[in-house]
């Protein structure tokens, strides 16, 4: 089982919908969470961290459920520049070996 | 507004080159790592510095090798360069504390024949 699961999609959906990824991952004792943005042939930068109470920024919201062991992106009024692959961010106890998921495809269309 | 400096951006290599690729960060960050991304397969860590002067083996080190030369560079070797290291090789610093999120530069594409 890999640490860290992703649905790989693709999600395909129109512009202005909302659509969710979940993420789960094996290690009870990871600490961090992330979710970060992909594109094409770009490099992973920080879309927003992931806490226990959930937390907001515009359009995204995240959540953790450390019962369950996974963590979830809602992205409403979905944009065309959404576009891209969503890659859920894991750092286990020890605070340095990141894991990182395969990531989940959104395209978003008008 | 640099961030992380990747050089070179690609290289093409022939089986037992050896090359380094180069990585500078201007955040004054403590820590530094290096990933490969090939596809569906996620980023892989290969080596990581928490700090300078210190560095550790990430998932898959085997055929690097790493220096932390001095607080802003961490460069990766490949000793005898092999087909099955053709990836993307993307450099991570982050702050002092663990736990931090990573800034990424943007990449070096490498293909080895």
């Known amino acids: 089982r890999k640490e860290v699961e992703q649905d790989p999609g693709p999600f395909n959906v129109p512009e202005g919908a909302t659509v969710a990824f979940n993420c789960t991952y094996s290690?009870?004792?990871?600490?961090?969470f992330f979710w970060y943005r992909q594109d094409c042939r770009k490099e992973p930068k920080l879309l927003m961290s992931?806490?226990?109470s959930g937390n907001e920024d515009g359009r995204f919201t995240a959540q953790l459920n450390r019962a369950s062991q996974y963590i979830s992106l809602l992205i409403r009024d979905s944009k065309l520049s959404d576009s891209a692959t969503y890659l859920c961010?894991?750092?286990?106890?020890?605070?340095?070996?990141?894991?990182f998921g395969a990531g989940t495809r959104l395209f978003v269309k008008a | 507004n640099a961030g992380v400096t990747q050089t070179p951006k690609f290289q093409v290599l022939k089986t037992g080159q050896s090359m380094t690729l180069q990585c500078a960060q201007d955040?004054?960050?403590?820590?530094m790592y290096w990933y490969r991304q090939d596809p569906g397969m996620g980023l892989r860590l290969i080596y990581y510095?928490?700090?300078?002067?210190?560095?550790d083996k990430g998932e898959v080190p085997n055929g690097y090798n790493v220096s932390r030369l001095n607080k802003r560079e961490f460069s990766l070797r490949l000793e005898s360069a092999a087909p099955s290291q053709t990836s993307v090789y993307f450099c991570?610093?982050?702050?002092?504390?663990?736990?931090?999120?990573?800034?990424f530069g943007d990449g070096t594409r490498l293909s080895i024949l």
């Open positions: 991570a610093s982050s702050e002092s504390s663990q736990y931090q999120p990573q800034h």
């Open positions: 290690n009870s004792a990871s600490q961090s």
């Open positions: 992931v806490y226990s």
């Open positions: 961010v894991v750092i286990p106890t020890g605070g340095f070996k990141t894991i």
């Open positions: 955040m004054n960050h403590n820590s």
């Open positions: 510095s928490a700090s300078e002067g210190t560095t």
